[in-house]
């Protein structure tokens, strides 16, 4: 199982961007799906997160300005961000909850992190 990242890159302030996260190899069931992030100087932080059921979960600083959502058909999320900010730089990691077809329960993964960056 692989949580591949794809969106990140270089925006101004008040700009916009969209990170995907595809769950990808030997997956049976995909639970729980999250945005971290990891700014520089900083511990990592709950950017968003969506369950299976797509009920929803933000971080203060994001409520309002970014949306989550999944395609669960294609085991796939995806994380809209609007009016961003030069604090929003950091990088974003995908995680997921992941059956595996041979496995009895669900286990935790990560993806490689790609980078935003927010510029004044």
């Known amino acids: 199982v692989q949580l591949v990242e794809t969106g990140g890159g270089v925006v101004q302030a008040g700009g916009s961007l969209t990170l995907s996260c595809a769950v990808t190899?030997?997956?049976?069931?995909?639970?729980?799906m999250g945005w971290y992030r990891r700014a520089p100087g900083k511990e990592r932080e709950l950017v968003a997160a969506?369950?299976?059921?797509?009920?929803?979960k933000y971080g203060d600083s994001v409520k309002g300005r970014f949306a989550v959502s999944r395609d669960n058909r294609e085991n796939t999320m995806y994380l809209r961000m609007n009016n961003l900010r030069p604090e929003d730089t950091a990088v974003y990691y995908c995680?997921?909850?992941?059956?595996?077809?041979?496995?009895?329960?669900?286990?935790?993964?990560w993806g490689q992190g790609t980078q935003v960056t927010v510029s004044s």
């Open positions: 969506i369950t299976s059921g797509m009920r929803t």
């Open positions: 190899g030997d997956a049976f069931s995909v639970n729980a």
């Open positions: 995680n997921a909850e992941v059956l595996q077809k041979t496995a009895l329960r669900y286990q935790d993964y």
